[in-house]
């Protein structure tokens, strides 16, 4: 593992999104791994303004999210289809028909088939770069600590800690979808390149236990361990426990 800790959030924001671009500039029909989550808009910024000076295009990229809450319509401005079009591709010239998100939208019937149709579209990819943001409880995407590490994508039901931290963009907790489709442990795993952001006193314990602990299911980034090209990027506050 690498570790960055940056003196900010802006400057943590900046180098992950510089590796972002590196991986553009290098392929320029890189399959491209995102995450939602107030961690990752600053480096979202970051891409945009580079995009915007001509150093980086998502014309030729692909994408696959992590997550997208369960039950939501598409359009609903917590779901992470809106979330993405707002901080990112509504700004940059990415191919819309590139763009691969579990579908919010769907009845408890139907979200097995939904839960296929991520699996085989992952079955057919590589992401090259894929990057991740860490829950208070150490989910990575939204593979909440269990037994197990998750292999494919998958329902997961969110963890109370999860709905809490998430209420905040909510009006009511109880708004906060309780399902969510998430891409597998496994499937992160095989991503060639990673990169994990945290900023804040309250990622610091999490970030500990995931880089110094044990690797263990009940701190599912603990996994990341195993992975061959992982960078995770921190402030000075997310830091601070190393
Ligand atoms: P956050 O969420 O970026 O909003 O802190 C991270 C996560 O839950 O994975």
Same mark, same amino acid.
């Given at each position: 593992?690498?570790?960055?800790?940056?003196?900010?959030? /802006?400057?943590?924001?900046? +180098? @992950?999104?510089?590796?972002?671009?590196?991986?553009?500039?290098?392929?320029? %029909?890189?399959?491209?791994? $995102?995450?939602?989550?107030?961690?990752?808009?600053?480096?979202?910024? &970051? $891409?945009?303004?580079?995009? +915007?000076?001509?150093?980086?295009?998502?014309?030729?990229?692909?994408?696959?999210?992590? /997550?997208?809450?369960?039950?939501?319509?598409?359009?609903?401005?917590?779901?992470?289809?809106?979330?993405?079009?707002?901080?990112?591709? /509504? &700004?940059? %010239?990415?191919?819309?028909?590139?763009?691969?998100?579990?579908?919010?939208?769907?009845?408890?019937?139907?979200?097995?088939?939904?839960?296929?149709?991520?699996? &085989?579209?992952? *079955?057919?990819?590589?992401? *090259?770069?894929?990057?991740?943001?860490?829950?208070?409880?150490?989910?990575?995407?939204?593979?909440?600590?269990? /037994?197990?590490?998750?292999?494919?994508?998958?329902?997961?039901?969110?963890?109370?800690?999860?709905?809490? =931290?998430?209420?905040?963009?909510?009006?009511?907790?109880? *708004?906060?979808?309780?399902? =969510?489709?998430?891409?597998?442990?496994?499937?992160?795993?095989? =991503?060639?390149?990673?990169?994990?952001?945290?900023?804040?006193?309250?990622?610091?314990?999490?970030?500990? =236990?995931?880089?110094?602990?044990?690797?263990?299911?009940?701190?599912?980034?603990?996994?990341?361990?195993?992975?061959?090209?992982?960078?995770?990027?921190? *402030?000075?506050?997310? @830091?601070?426990?190393?």
């Amino acid at each position: 593992m690498k570790i960055i800790i940056a003196e900010n959030y /802006d400057q943590m924001s900046k +180098k @992950a999104a510089d590796i972002f671009a590196n991986q553009l500039k290098e392929k320029e %029909d890189s399959t491209l791994g $995102l995450a939602t989550g107030s961690t990752p808009t600053g480096m979202y910024k &970051h $891409l945009i303004e580079m995009y +915007k000076n001509g150093e980086i295009s998502f014309k030729s990229a692909k994408t696959f999210n992590l /997550d997208e809450y369960m039950g939501l319509p598409e359009n609903h401005e917590q779901s992470y289809s809106f979330f993405m079009n707002e901080n990112l591709f /509504d &700004h940059v %010239d990415i191919n819309k028909e590139n763009i691969n998100i579990p579908k919010s939208n769907v009845s408890e019937t139907e979200i097995n088939t939904e839960v296929e149709r991520y699996n &085989h579209l992952l *079955d057919n990819s590589e992401i *090259d770069i894929q990057v991740l943001g860490i829950g208070r409880n150490g989910h990575i995407g939204f593979n909440e600590p269990g /037994d197990a590490f998750t292999k494919n994508a998958t329902v997961a039901e969110l963890t109370e800690d999860t709905i809490k =931290a998430n209420s905040r963009f909510f009006d009511n907790i109880e *708004d906060v979808p309780q399902k =969510a489709i998430t891409m597998g442990i496994k499937q992160i795993m095989m =991503a060639k390149k990673i990169i994990l952001l945290a900023n804040g006193k309250s990622k610091s314990e999490i970030i500990k =236990a995931t880089i110094t602990g044990k690797i263990t299911p009940f701190v599912p980034a603990s996994v990341l361990q195993l992975h061959k090209d992982v960078t995770i990027i921190l *402030d000075k506050e997310a @830091a601070e426990l190393l």
